[in-house]
C-alpha cells in the first residue's frame, strides 16, 4: 500500500465526542485527556524529505503518565527514524481549553 499524504482523516464533531467518551469509559482513573503540539514542530516534522504524513504511538512516561511519540511516514508507510521525532507534547490537564465540546 503506498502512503501519499492525501489520505482522508477527517471526522464530525460527533464522531470525535464519540470516540473520546469512548477512549475515556475505559481508563481507570482520571488522566491526561489530550495532548497539545506547537505548529513548528509538527511543520518541521512533515516538512523532512520523504515524508507523507506522521504515526503516533501510544507511550506512557516511567510514571505511567500517557505520552505520544510523533514519527514522520514515507509513501512505503516506514517511519522516518532517521529524521526528528516528537515528544514532548503538552498534556491536558493541565494544559486544557475549558471550553471545548471535546473536553467533557
Request: proline share 4%; net charge negative.
Amino acid at each position: 500500500m503506498a502512503f501519499t499524504g492525501k489520505e482522508e482523516h477527517q471526522i464530525t464533531l460527533e464522531e470525535a465526542i464519540k470516540l473520546i467518551n469512548n477512549f475515556r469509559s475505559q481508563q481507570t482513573s482520571l488522566s491526561i485527556k489530550a495532548h497539545y503540539l506547537g505548529k513548528e514542530a509538527l511543520l518541521k516534522l512533515l516538512e523532512q524529505e520523504g515524508c507523507v504524513g506522521i504515526r503516533i504511538y501510544y507511550a506512557a512516561q516511567d510514571d505511567g503518565t500517557p505520552e505520544l511519540v510523533i514519527v514522520g511516514v514515507d509513501e512505503e508507510g516506514t517511519d522516518l527514524t532517521k529524521g526528528n521525532i516528537l515528544e514532548r507534547v503538552w498534556p491536558c490537564p493541565p494544559y486544557c481549553d475549558g471550553k471545548s465540546e471535546l473536553n467533557i
